[in-house]
Structure formats: C-alpha cells, structure tokens
C-alpha cells in the first residue's frame, strides 16, 4: 500500500513507519492530552485521580518520579506530565492477582517485554517460583519470610549475600533494611547510585567536601547563568521546566551541552500557565546549544577552562583585574596551579576534534561563563555514566572554583538525582563504604557488632554472583538484572543464586531469572496509606538539594494483603536474624522511631521528628554551601585530570543509551518518545545525517550495531537527528546488551552507559524484511 504524504510534507517514498518531527515545545498540550491518556488507561473512571493533585503538597505524598525538588512558596498543583505517569502507573487499576499466575507460567512470562509486565498492574500477594508446576504460587507472609531467613541462615557467610537498594525506597525503609543488613553482617549494598551519581557521590568530596549539590531551588532565582550539561529535564525532570523557564524569561543565558537536540532543553509551555497554554507562544529555554561528541565533555570542559585562562592573561595584560576570583582561589583552594598547566599543555586542535565543538563556540561558553557572577552548572547522566564520569564531575566543580561560583547566593553545583529518595538512601547508610563513626553509633544504639570489611558495590556484586561467590540478593526495589549492562552476565549471575528476593509494586523481568528459591514480595507505594499497630504511618524522603520532607500516601491500597516496605524488611530480620534482640516490631509500630534511631546515627538530623513536621521539612547541612569545605586539608581543590573520554576510532562511532519520555528507568509506560518524533516504537536509532552518508545508509534503512565481540544489536531502523558527528544513541535498557560488564569508571564502579563504541553497518536482516 502505498504511503500517502504526511500532514508535515514529507514525501511518501521518504517516510519511515513512527518517525515524524515533532515541532511543538515541550509541556503543552500534548503533555495534558498524554496524563489524560495515561489516566484512562490505568485507572478508568476511579476516584483515586484526586492523587494527582496530592503529588508534592505539603500534606500530600512525594512525587514518585524524580527528585527535582519542591516550590515551597506554591501551593498551586504543580504539574508534571511524567510525574503524572509514574503516579497513574502506580495507582492503576490493574491487578496481578492469583488468576494471572495461574493462566501464565513463568517460562510463557519470560516472552512478555517489559512493557507488557509492567502494563499488567500491581501485585498483590507475596509469590514463590515453583519448580515442579513453572509457575508462581502465591504463599502467606509468614512462610515468605521463614524462607528467606532459612535462605539467609544456610550461607557460609554473610559475604555471600547482595542487599540491593532501588531509590525508590524511603529513609525509613532504606535505613531499617541496612540496619538488618548489618546486624546480619555484610556491607554489600549494590544500589542504584552505583549506576547513576556515583561520580557524584565520588568525585565531589574530593573537590568541595560533600558528594552532594550545593544548590537550592531559590539559588535558580539569583543566577545569572545557567549551565545545562547531559540531561533532559523535559523527561526526566519535567518541573525542572518551569525553574529553567522562569530563568528564561528574567533573560538569565541558558547554555546546553548536550550531543541530542532535546525539545525539553529548546522550547517549554507551561502547563501552569494559562495565557501561555491558550497563546501560540512558547518559552525559549536554551541560548546557546552546543552539540558537544558523546564521551566528547572532558575536552569541551577543559576547552572552557583553557579559553578561560586565555581570557584572564589577556585581561591581565591590558591592565585589568582578571576573570579568575583570586581572593577565593587563595583562601578557600589547593591545587590551581597544577590545573593550569595541565590545560595549558592541551593544545586547541585536540580539544576541537575530542569535543567536537569549534573553538569559537567553546569560547563563547567561556565567555558566557565569565561574564556572570553567579553560575550554576546542572548535571545528569551524559556526564556521569562513563568510564571517566568520576572526572567529569570534578571538571564540573574545577569549572566552578576558578569564579568562586561555590558557596555563593545564586551559584553552585546542581547533580540531577534519579529516583526520588536515592540521595536519602545514601545518606541514612545504604553504602558499601560505611564510615566508621557511623558504624560505631549505629553499634551503640542498637547493641550490634557491625561489619568494618568494605561491601560490593552493584558491578561487584554482580560479578561475585556470577562467580557463584554470592548465593543470595534481595532487592529492595528496582530491577537490578535489567537495569545493569551486559544482559548475558548479570542474567547468568541471577539464575545461579541459591535465593533472590524482590520487593515491589510491579513484577519485572528481574523476578523471572529464576533461582533455586526465588520470592517475589509486594509493597505499598508511595501513594498509599500506611497502617501499622499503632496507627497511619508517613515516610520521609530527600530530594536533589538535601531538602528532607514528609510524604503521605492516601490511597486505599491496591489489596489488604500489601506491606509497607519497613514492615516487609522487620519481617525479613525476625526471620535471618532470630538471635539478635532488635525491636522490629517496635520500630514498626511508629515510624517516629525508626526516625529517632536515624537522627541517634547520623546526627545531621537533629529534632529529626520535629524539624520534619514544619512545612516544607529542612536541609540537611551541606558545608559547600556555606564555603565549609569538609575535605582533609579544609580546602577545596582544584583536580588536574589528563584529558579523557571516548573517542572514535577506525572508523568507530560512540554509542550512547538514553530514556524515552515514555519509560521509568526500565519501566516502559508506553512506546512513544513524543519530543523526539516517534511513536509506537523504540527499536531505533538517533544518527548524524553526515555519517550516515559517509556510511551509504540512508534514514530509515535497517541497521546493525556490533560493539565488543559477540554484542549486537540487529535490525533496528536509523532515524536521521539531530546529534554530534560521530554519535548514535539508542534506548536503554534494550541497548545494555553493547555494554560490557567490566566496562565502567574504575573510581565510582558506573557503567559506561553512555560511551560504548561501535560499528554500524546496513542490517543483514534488511533482505528478509524486504
Ligand atoms: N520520566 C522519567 N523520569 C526520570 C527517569 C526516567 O527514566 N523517566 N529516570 C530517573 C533517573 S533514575 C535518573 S538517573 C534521571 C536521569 O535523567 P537524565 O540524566 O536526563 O538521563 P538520560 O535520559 O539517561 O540522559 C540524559 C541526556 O544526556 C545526553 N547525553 C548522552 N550522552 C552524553 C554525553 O556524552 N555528554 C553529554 N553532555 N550529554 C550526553 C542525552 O542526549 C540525554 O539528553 O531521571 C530520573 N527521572
Ligand atoms: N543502558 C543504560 N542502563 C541504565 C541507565 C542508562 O541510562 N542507560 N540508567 C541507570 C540508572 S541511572 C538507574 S537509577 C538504574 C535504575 O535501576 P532500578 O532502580 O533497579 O530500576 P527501575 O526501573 O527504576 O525499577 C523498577 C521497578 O521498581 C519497582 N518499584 C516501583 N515503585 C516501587 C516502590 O515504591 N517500592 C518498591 N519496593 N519497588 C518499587 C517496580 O516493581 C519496578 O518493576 O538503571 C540504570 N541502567
Ligand atoms: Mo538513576
């Protein structure tokens, strides 16, 4: 049949099937008409849409989507199209029950992509894999837990187990599971931050003090510049819009580096704003646009701080005072004059082709940079999830201390987290790493005797499994087999365990990698009630500036028979851990101690019950902040790093993996990627036009991507972009099988999601599709 033109021009014979260039802004009525959409599908006509409007109030619950932080000052309903999603999919009226366990074996299941699984709606009874039928069973509670503490119990060593944490869970929930986990004996805590901030966490005590941002929400209002560097608010942190938009319209530059034109990053109408949504207009958000190579920003980075000295001598020479703050730099940094020559000693034509930006356009950033006294530089993923990420973020902070744009009104670092309480996780000890005054307060308080012995962070952990050295994980959240690189290795490692538990709102395909015991138990979300002995229950949660805040589910639950996750992980330490007189129970009860054991072990939480009832919660110190800088000199530091990055060789391209705007993490909600023109697919992917002539493939022609030996990704269909020269990106997690186990930053142990090098050729499937 033959294609007729589209609404847009494009030629019929030049059509590809779900590939369009979308030309709206982002947010705007399409956002609407996708919650709208969103709503109909997973909830029907229920009454619980009133949650939507409870979605970070101060009496409502915390926003399950991301970890952008809250306005204090409205109380209007802040809208956000994705956090609309991951609430509507949580509170859906879909239901897992007995029936569809019985009709599905888990061999059939296993065919189901993860879209399907998670379209299936939400589970409702604890579940064994029983071998004998392929199926799984439903079980009560209490066996549930006495075979994981038999489970548990039957291991050489405590070694021998993974504790991963998703951040998803609560301080409560986080803190009471590493608590169990201790007192078991082990400090493996793979987590996700392993796989996200990890450089973060890494990288910026070494440089400010805190492996944390520096910033509040209110520093957004005093900035003068802005510096948008490897993420896509539009997606992944959709309220972060009206910050960056706000900023826009008060003429505040706003400078992208990012090798993908992102329409979140380009063009926002606010949703919140009536005339605007009613108006053909749209804010711009980004001034400057710079498609910097993926793998490409410790040269475009250093480009910067090059251009930056240039500038500073030339000023200098002329008589003037400099661009550098030389009052800050002497008083609060160690370590400028390494840095120097090590940019001095790069030359521009190096850094041009690694960046894959033009020295002007790297000048004009320099300058944009210098020319505002307040600068914040907001990070995610396309900087972290490389086998350099750990540098790049100290390049980031480098950035920032030559302009004393630290510690400052209006000035600072800002890491985008991911999931809405992986900060908090860290913080209340959910770490591999544990410090020794932690480890001796939570002994004190709680009469154990915690492990010292450094744990396995998630790649660690994963390759222990494989080695058959640990038998057991137990996942608090998350879909750690999917969400990890190489499906081949981490598959293997689960199917070799002796016990793999997950606790979770939704069955995933990491419940299907079936051990010799394998326990799928189901929990409350973030928004429902929680009920315990002694009445309804709230969890506290921190978000991306260290601002920690209560969080209320309301929600009748989605059957009787859920937990809450403290409930599940007390249950689960009764069980392993007969001997060890805790109070589970106890804490359980009232979730206002578990928060009194939490400020007793880290002591940042003063009046943590009190201070966490005032609206709008506190912040936790950040010494950077205030120019406290808690490294060992008490200085922060300027780190010379050589230059760095992936690079295209013979002939190679730089893969990186990214979300759509319809998935969370390895949740897929739908198979639209809306700002990025395509619909109901994602086996595609994003190209230069350039290289695809260099290559003799045209846009839309099937294609096959081979990475390291034996990877591959066949028959997917190119979508020309616009993306850096040299770069290709694909959706993650069907992209993880290009990624090698053992390729990640060897400092923060992330995988290098987002630089894998690769070949593209014209697909051998591309006859039979014919
Ligand atoms: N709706 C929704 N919200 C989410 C999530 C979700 O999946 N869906 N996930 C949550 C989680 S856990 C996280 S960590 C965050 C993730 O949020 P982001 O950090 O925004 O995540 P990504 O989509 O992986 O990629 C970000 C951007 O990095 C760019 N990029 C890729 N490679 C490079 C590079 O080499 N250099 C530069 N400068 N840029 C590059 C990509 O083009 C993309 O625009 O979002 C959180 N919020
Ligand atoms: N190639 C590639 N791989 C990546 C990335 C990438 O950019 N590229 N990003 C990485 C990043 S940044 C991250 S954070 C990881 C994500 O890794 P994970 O956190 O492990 O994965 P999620 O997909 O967020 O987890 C989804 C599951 O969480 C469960 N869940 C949802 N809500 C709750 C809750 O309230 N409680 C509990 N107990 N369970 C709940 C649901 O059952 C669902 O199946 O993926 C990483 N993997
Ligand atoms: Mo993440």
Request: charged share 25%; hydrophobic share 40%; glycine share 8%.
């Amino acid at each position: 049949m033959m294609a007729k033109d589209s609404p847009k021009g494009i030629p019929a014979e030049e059509q590809v099937a779900g590939v369009e260039p979308y030309d709206g802004p982002a947010g705007g009525w399409g956002a609407l008409k996708a919650v709208a959409l969103a709503v109909r599908d997973q909830m029907g006509s229920s009454k619980d849409t009133r949650a939507l409007l409870k979605m970070n109030q101060p009496t409502g619950f915390d926003c399950p989507g991301c970890a952008w932080p809250d306005p204090k000052k409205t109380s209007s309903f802040e809208f956000c199209e994705n956090g609309a999603k991951a609430v509507t999919w949580e509170a859906t009226t879909k239901r897992l029950d007995t029936d569809f366990f019985a009709q599905h074996s888990a061999t059939s299941l296993w065919q189901w992509s993860d879209y399907q699984l998670e379209d299936a709606g939400r589970l409702t009874h604890p579940l064994a894999y029983d071998r004998d039928s392929d199926h799984f069973v439903p079980i009560s509670w209490d066996e549930a837990f006495n075979r994981i503490g038999a489970g548990l119990r039957a291991l050489d060593d405590p070694n021998q187990a993974e504790f991963y944490c998703s951040g998803r869970a609560s301080n409560e929930a986080a803190f009471l599971y590493q608590l169990m986990v201790r007192a078991y004996g082990t400090n493996n805590f793979p987590d996700c931050s392993n796989m996200c901030h990890e450089g973060t966490s890494m990288g910026l005590p070494k440089s400010i003090g805190i492996g944390k941002g520096t910033v509040t929400l209110e520093d957004f209002d005093e900035a003068d510049a802005i510096f948008c560097i490897g993420h896509n608010p539009g997606t992944n942190h959709p309220r972060m819009l009206s910050t960056l938009s706000n900023a826009a319209r008060r003429g505040v530059p706003i400078v992208v580096a990012n090798p993908m034109k992102e329409r979140g990053l380009e063009r926002f109408k606010s949703p919140q704003h009536p005339t605007e949504m009613l108006s053909p207009n749209s804010t711009q958000l980004a001034s400057a646009y710079h498609q910097v190579r993926v793998g490409g920003d410790s040269a475009m980075l250093k480009g910067i701080m090059k251009a930056l000295f240039e500038a500073d001598a030339a000023d200098l020479a002329r008589g003037g005072a400099g661009l550098l703050d030389r009052p800050f730099i002497a008083e609060h940094t160690l370590g400028i004059d390494e840095l120097r020559e090590s940019i001095e000693a790069l030359d521009w034509d190096t850094i041009v082709a690694r960046a894959g930006l033009s020295k002007a356009a790297i000048e004009s950033m320099a300058e944009t940079y210098s020319k505002a006294e307040r600068v914040i530089v907001c990070y995610g993923m396309g900087i972290t999830q490389h086998a350099n990420g750990t540098a790049n973020v100290q390049e980031l902070a480098n950035l920032l201390l030559l302009r004393g744009n630290m510690g400052k009104p209006g000035a600072g670092i800002c890491p985008l987290r991911g999931h809405s309480n992986v900060q908090g996780d860290r913080t209340v000890g959910i770490t591999e790493l544990p410090s020794e005054p932690v480890l001796a307060r939570l002994d004190a308080y709680f009469g154990i005797t915690s492990p010292r012995a450094h744990g396995h962070a998630a790649v660690e952990a994963l390759q222990a499994m494989r080695e058959g050295k640990s038998k057991a994980c137990i996942s608090l959240g998350g879909n750690l087999a999917v969400a990890m690189p190489d499906p081949d290795a981490c598959f293997e490692a689960f199917r070799k365990l002796e016990l793999s538990v997950n606790i979770l709102t939704k069955f995933n395909r990491t419940c299907l990698l079936l051990a010799k015991e394998t326990i799928v138990l189901p929990c409350l979300g973030r928004t429902e009630l929680d009920e315990q002995a002694e009445g309804p229950q709230w969890i506290t949660v921190e978000d991306s500036m260290s601002m920690v805040h209560a969080s209320r589910g309301f929600l009748k639950p989605a059957t009787v028979d859920l937990r809450s996750e403290p409930a599940i992980v007390a249950g689960m330490a009764k069980a392993a851990l007969p001997d060890i007189d805790i109070p589970w129970d106890w804490l359980v009860a009232d979730y206002d101690r578990i928060r009194d054991a939490i400020e007793a072990v880290f002591p940042d939480f003063r009046d943590f019950n009190v201070r966490v009832r005032q609206k709008g919660g506190f912040r936790l110190t950040v010494g950077a902040s205030k120019r406290v800088w808690n490294t060992p000199s008490g200085k922060a530091h300027f780190i010379a790093h050589p230059l760095t990055g992936a690079v295209n060789e013979g002939g190679s391209l730089i893969l990186t993996t990214i979300r759509s705007h319809d998935q969370y993490n390895t949740t897929i909600y739908g198979m639209n990627d809306r700002y990025r023109g395509i619909t109901g697919r994602r086996d595609v992917i994003f190209a230069h036009v350039d290289d695809l002539a260099e290559l003799g493939i045209a846009h839309g022609d099937m294609v096959d991507i081979e990475g390291a030996p034996g990877r591959s990704l066949t028959g997917y269909t190119v979508v020309a972009h616009e993306i850096a020269r040299g770069s290709l990106a694909a959706y993650y997690p069907e992209a993880n099988c290009l990624v090698p186990l053992d390729d990640h930053d060897r400092t923060s142990g992330t995988p290098s999601y987002k630089s894998v090098r690769v070949k593209m050729t014209r697909s051998r499937l591309t006859a039979n599709a014919a």
